[in-house]
């Protein structure tokens, strides 16, 4: 269909189109129709994806800044007499480098205590030849040269010891946590993708629907910019009524999960908390979700009334 020319009683007929006769274009009700709760569960999920994410990414870094200048030395001497002399040097030879902060000597009680839910009891742990412990903390980083001249410190008095970073043991989980961000990451961008899909959709049902009246608002001199407003307005009320909906649940299962970790009562759990910061990301998402709602209902539109008219 050819575009008709546009006559002065049309351009005299410009000035009203617009209020309730342009929003008849779109005549089914806000809340009758799915867009908002498809949004509203789109951006529910966004939320917690983007929580789980920034929340994972805290527990790796506050993990990561603890243990950076940690090491352990253990002494694995069996004889007892012999282990407990070797840690006692140990610690002494510790307390006299230049790179070493602190050193503890962790007591035997503690160690049994650590040991008792797999060993059952202290009696059978005792029966077990459980190595010295030494908590080290470096005033730098635990890298390999430190780590190197620590054993190198403690091979002439304490022979059986064995120093190891404490970010070495949990290199896997930082690796599992690194790529758990990068897949809530995925999530969010996959999710973003099928709001701008279910949008389009919509918009494109809309046209379809209307067909005639948008011909005849051709007629009467409406321009594709103004068609392509009435669709905008009507997604930018479904849209914001979706994103604070999905907001509010997103929230409420982000702090539902946050009170149930709290309850753990684990200082590495509690590193993961989120910051003001990151509230301030969350509380973007259904902002950047209206944003992105408009316009693809504006470019869908635009594109499709060029092909229709």
Sequence with gaps: MSKPP?????????????????RALIPQARLAGPMPWVLAIMVALTVLAAGAGLSLGNLAGGAQSELSGGATVQILEADPAGRAEQAAAAQEALQTM?????????????LDALLEPWLGGAGDAES??????????????????????????L????????????????QPVFSALTSLQYLALAL????????????FLAARSALGNNRETIAIVHLLGGTDGQIAQLFQRAVLFDSILGG??????????????????SALDSG???????????????????????ALAVLTARFTVLAAVRKML
């Design 98 to 110: 230049d790179i070493v902060a602190q050193s503890r000597l962790v007591p035997q009680e503690e």
């Design 244 to 261: 604070i909906v999905g907001l509010l649940l997103g929230l409420a299962a982000v702090l539902g999960l946050g009170y149930q970790f």
């Design 128 to 153: 077990v030849p459980v190595p010295a412990l030494i908590d080290v903390r470096l005033g730098g980083e635990a890298n390999p040269q430190a780590i190197e001249q620590l054993r190198q410190r």
């Design 6 to 22: 546009i006559t002065d009683a049309a351009r005299s007929g410009q000035s009203t189109f617009d209020g309730a006769k342009a």
């Design 268 to 290: 590495m759990i509690a590193s993961a908390g989120l910051d003001w910061l990151d509230w301030i990301l969350i509380a973007l998402i259904p902002i950047f979700g209206v």
């Design 188 to 199: 969010v961008l996959l999710l973003a993708v099928t709001s701008a899909a279910a949008v």
């Design 155 to 170: 091979a002439d008095v304490a022979p059986d010891a064995r120093v190891d970073a404490q970010s070495s043991w949990l």
